[in-house]
């Protein structure tokens, strides 16, 4: 195996795992940047990993006034998951229980694509029968009377099934402050591209739950198996999902491109991946490369 | 290619049904065939031949070079493709299209344009005649989906018996607008009196109203998400003056509580 380093930092030959998923995209506003963060924020909530019937959730980019429906502050939030009925049960429970309660929250469909969810159409309990339905062009929206007057949520939100979630990069340094740094600014970077979330807390996580994670453990060294060098002390996983494999590439690209720039001088040496799940797409992780 | 073109040649000696001259019904006809189509509704016979000379060749984009107010029934029934009437139209415009696009440089002259559609778009640069988007005598309902934009004013009874639809006038629209309304969107500049008589569903927003029904019930003021969501699509559709009827805060008024009472007057200022 031909050996590959760009500035001191190795890039192991290595395939990355990529699972299918059903991804939908909401836009979230709110009636100031701060509340419609709020709300974006509660229908993100924790959601690192779309394995075992769950979803992974993230806010994509915040939007400008002239860039939401209501012309309101926003932000776009995209949900992948495995299956239809995780994805539909997560938005139903999420926007219902989450973003519903948050004053003066409305939220909207982010995909104009032909493969709709319920949303609204979802939420028929909140308003007691009494909220009102509304065509507007193509689109049907719900005006469900609350407390400070109406949840306006779209009745259907577009989804893709050309998503990829669950893509995992692992970076290897000389100390966990060096690894931090380095992850920290591989996350802006991939979470500059739109239609990529990072749905790791921060982006970035201590936990993998990938096969074979172990080997990468730096306190577990000393036993057999450790794919960890003498001089490498620490290990995070870059966790991205994105709405289709080419912002995917994009994300990873720029990831590589910001660990490499800070470099061996910077305490990184490493960048590998953990084994690919046998159901998932393999892609090539020196083909990132920028 | 250029749209199929029918030119008037003078007035037409009687009134005319046009609803034969859809993009779908004319598409694969040679010019001969379409001059032989019968369009009169008297005794006379009269035929395309005997009103319009033909040029241009795409169906699927008809152009009507001058008006009248004898033109009924043009865009009837159309389901795709473009009608372009550079004049005035007479009644049933677009009765129960569903999709294409009708524009008119002139005024609806007729009543129910735009009756019984359910989908696509109608531009009329002029005014609208008394009945526009409203139910045929016996229907159970009027406009049920599609958009319908008046540059001028709209005569009375606009939108009676609506089920569904957006109809935008940039004028004031007349007595006993939306009344019997079942379902949709109207927005006016202003309406005259006896607005929603006899709502049971629906929206009508408009700058002002000439009365408000005493069956109507004051709802408090409303600034919802609601308001600038419509504003922006009538924007993107019709342009920023429609745009601008759309209040960001009005009073809002339920009714008619004399039925069902689920439909709402807002009624503010435009911005």
Not at chain 1, 35 to 45: K, V, Y
Not at chain 1, 118 to 139: D, F, Q, W, Y
Not at chain 1, 239 to 254: E, K, M, N, T, Y
Request: aromatic fraction near 4%; include cysteine; hydrophobic fraction near 45%.
């Amino acid at each position: 195996m031909a050996e590959m380093t760009i500035n001191g930092v190795r890039i192991d030959d290595v395939s990355l795992g990529a699972a299918p998923r059903l991804a939908c995209a909401a836009v979230v506003t709110g009636p100031t940047a701060r509340w419609a963060a709020i709300a974006a924020g509660s229908m993100a909530g924790a959601a690192p990993s779309a394995t075992g019937g769950i979803v992974e959730a993230g806010i994509d980019r915040p939007l400008k006034g002239d860039e939401t429906p209501d012309g309101r502050p926003g932000l776009s939030l995209l949900l992948f998951a495995e299956k239809e009925e995780d994805l539909q049960e997560a938005l139903t429970l999420r926007v219902g229980r989450g973003l519903a309660a948050v004053p003066g929250a409305a939220c909207y469909s982010g995909l104009a694509s032909g493969r709709r969810l319920r949303l609204g159409a979802a939420l028929t309990g909140l308003g007691g029968g009494a909220e009102i339905v509304k065509r507007v062009g193509e689109r049907r929206f719900r005006r469900i009377p609350l407390l400070d007057g109406e949840f306006l949520v779209e009745d259907d939100i577009g989804a893709v099934d050309t998503a990829l979630g669950d893509v995992s990069l692992l970076i290897v340094g000389a100390s966990s402050g060096a690894v931090l740094g380095a992850a920290a600014a591989a996350v802006t970077a991939a979470a500059a591209v739109a239609g990529v979330i990072l749905p790791a807390p921060g982006g970035a996580s201590r936990l993998s739950r990938h096969a074979g994670a172990q080997a990468f453990y730096p306190t577990l060294r000393s036993a057999e198996g450790s794919a960890l060098a003498a001089d490498e002390n620490a290990v995070l996983e870059l966790l991205l999902a994105g709405l289709d494999a080419s912002v995917v590439g994009d994300a990873i690209g720029r990831a590589l491109a910001a660990v490499t720039a800070i470099g061996r001088a910077g305490g990184i040496t490493r960048i590998t991946a953990p084994e690919a799940g046998a159901r998932q797409r393999q892609l090539r992780l020196r083909e990132f490369l920028p | 290619m250029t749209g199929l073109t029918f030119t008037l040649r003078e007035a037409p000696p009687e009134r005319l049904d046009l609803s034969p001259l859809t993009p779908a019904r004319l598409a694969g006809l040679s010019c001969a065939k379409i001059e032989r189509i019968a369009i009169g509704t008297t005794r006379l016979g009269v035929a395309v031949g005997d009103v319009f000379r033909l040029s241009g060749e795409d169906a699927a984009d008809l152009v009507f070079a001058g008006g009248s107010t004898r033109f009924d029934r043009l865009g009837s029934g159309l389901d795709g493709g473009s009608i372009r009437l550079e004049g005035d139209a007479g009644g049933y415009l677009g009765l129960a299209m569903a999709g294409g696009t009708i524009t008119v440089a002139g005024s609806l002259t007729g009543p129910y344009g735009g009756s019984a559609m359910t989908g696509g778009l109608i531009r009329v640069a002029g005014h609208a005649a008394d009945a526009t988007a409203a139910a045929l005598p016996g229907a159970v309902a009027g406009m049920a989906g599609g958009t319908l934009i008046v540059g001028g004013r709209a005569g009375e009874l606009v939108g009676d018996r609506m089920r569904g639809g957006v109809i935008l006038v940039a004028g004031g629209a007349g007595r006993l607008c939306a009344a019997r309304m079942l379902g949709g969107t109207i927005v006016a500049a202003s309406l005259g009196p006896r607005a929603g008589q006899g709502m049971r569903r629906g929206t009508l927003i408009a700058g002002s109203a000439d009365d408000i029904e005493p069956t109507f019930v004051f709802a408090g003021r409303y600034a919802q998400a609601f308001l600038p969501l419509l504003g922006n699509w009538v924007g993107g559709i019709a342009g920023e003056a429609f745009a601008r009827l759309v209040p960001t805060s009005a009073d809002r008024y339920r009714g008619d509580m004399a039925d069902v009472g689920e439909g709402e007057l807002l009624i503010g200022p435009p911005e």
